[in-house]
């Protein structure tokens, strides 16, 4: 295996660990990290999207009493089925979106500009939501444990928002549930539960669908994309959960709407050649 190669995907592999929890979107900054690394083509978008399992492993470690503690209690404990229903709710909408709308999306809208355009947007988005937060009364719903079934879906059918690349996953759940009367917290807590099924069930249909373009020699690639997904994105997690007691997402916000608006214009002005 090309040494330059297992680099770039290091370097891939941090970028997701980094962004994958964080109202920045992933998928967008590894599309645009991919094309200043020249890591585009098929493989490479298989590539992206699996090694956002890594990630997931880093949630699973992070909060592995609790989801200990729900498996064992999944027949008898009230709080443990309640927990694992929600969860599974939230999830069904963007399998039945995704498998509806994944490829056309995947055709035309993973391409870096359409990804700027979502972030600015995006960024819009969280500014608006921000300010209304804080001009509202104490959230209705403060811990994980206290949501019910119609917040799990609502919850869900946001996530389904970030089918669009630049969107971000975590942005479209967190801020979506701020909306409906989640807490910050509680918002962000259950982003990191809701992202198990569907980010682990979207990388290993990904590999499966495309196995065919895929080989035995690519295997160190992914290899190291999900090792050092997996240790960035539990360096992430940790301070993400101290940040959101203190603080609020504007600042994730300018940074979307900014970011967005260099790659528009490095790329309507010729100085950067982007491309999937």
Known sequence: MDPILLIKAALMGVVEGLTEFLPISSTGHLILAGSLLNFTGETAKVFEI???TGAMFAVIWQYRERLARTVAGITSDPVAQRFARNVLIAFIP???LGLAFGKVVKTHLFQPVPVALAFIIGGVIILFVERRAAA???????TVDEMNA???LKVGLV???ALVPGTSRSGATIIGGMVFGLSRQCATEFSFYLGIPTLMGAGAYSVWKERAALHAADLPMFAVGLVF???SALLCIRWLIKFVSTHDFTGFAWYRIVFGGVVLLT?????VSWAA
């Open 50 to 52: 699996a090694i956002q």
């Open 94 to 96: 963007a399998v039945v």
């Open 136 to 142: 509202q009364r104490v959230p209705r719903v403060n």
């Open 150 to 152: 119609m917040d799990a």
């Open 229 to 231: 997904a997996f240790f």
């Open 159 to 161: 996530q389904c928002l």
């Open 267 to 271: 790329a309507y002005a010729g100085l």
